[in-house]
């Protein structure tokens, strides 16, 4: 797969960097990955039904589908109390749940729905996390968040973590805040990316049985890799409120 490049005098590509070809969607004079804002939009959907599932006639003894998603809460507050302690994690739950559902929608619906049977002009439906800038922007989010959570609580004085423990520090402490979104976008994009080329691939080779099991993989390598990035979002959190 190869880099697609576009020239236009009148169009502006929103997203710069991408990998093999792209459908467009022209949005107000801008270019925008059109099949990767539709499997996004899929995914909010699902998480938006099963949200009002679980909450729509809620009883004080959950049952059935509230049973279910009050578990799926309690797992992302444990992420959030581990990492951030019990003086803050509370206040941070809905993003790092957020992270954690939306990113394992993401992996799960391009592992387990047969986006290539639908054809499209260019390019195909797959999971959105297989774009790099979908894992770019999640992770600058995450850089706002743990900027966010210095700043609200130690005011200015948050800057000064750049000259500790000694002054001669500054650049690498610097150069962490850049090394810090650039491993959560690439480990979340490399790894699902490989997981579709590779079921691709022996698919390809192979039509029969032998994918199946590296699609099982694949699901529940989508799922640790839901995990691990919300987990580390919470951990860079929790340095920042130190």
């Known amino acids: 797969m190869y880099p697609e490049i576009f020239y236009s005098n009148t169009f502006t590509l929103l997203a710069e960097a991408e990998v093999g ?76 749940g957020t992270l954690f559902f939306f990113i394992f929608g993401c992996n799960w619906a391009g592992a387990i729905i047969p986006w290539k049977l639908i054809e499209l002009p260019e390019g195909e439906f797959a999971a959105p996390t297989n774009d790099i800038n979908t894992t770019v922007a999640l992770a600058l989010l995450t850089s706002c968040a743990y900027f966010y959570a210095g700043l609200s609580k130690k005011g200015f004085g948050y800057f000064k973590r750049y000259i500790q423990p000694i002054p001669l520090l500054l650049p690498i402490n610097i150069l962490e805040d850049f090394t810090k979104p650039l491993s959560l976008s690439f480990r979340l994009f490399g790894n699902v990316l490989a997981d579709e080329l590779t079921i691709t691939v022996l698919t390809s080779l192979v039509p029969l049985v032998i994918p199946l099991p590296i699609m099982l993989l694949g699901i529940f390598a989508g799922s640790v890799q839901a995990l691990i990035f919300s987990t580390l979002a919470a951990a860079y959190i929790a340095e920042a409120l130190e």
């Open 21 to 96: 070809k792209h459908f467009y969607w022209d949005l107000a004079g801008f270019l925008v990955h059109g099949q990767v804002l539709v499997v996004i939009w899929f995914v909010v959907l699902i998480l938006l039904i099963f949200s009002f599932l679980g909450t729509a006639n809620a009883d004080r003894i959950p049952h059935g589908f509230q049973n279910f998603m009050e578990a799926a809460v309690d797992f992302v507050t444990d992420i959030a109390k581990d990492q951030l302690g019990e003086s803050f994690y509370k206040e941070w739950i809905p993003f790092v």
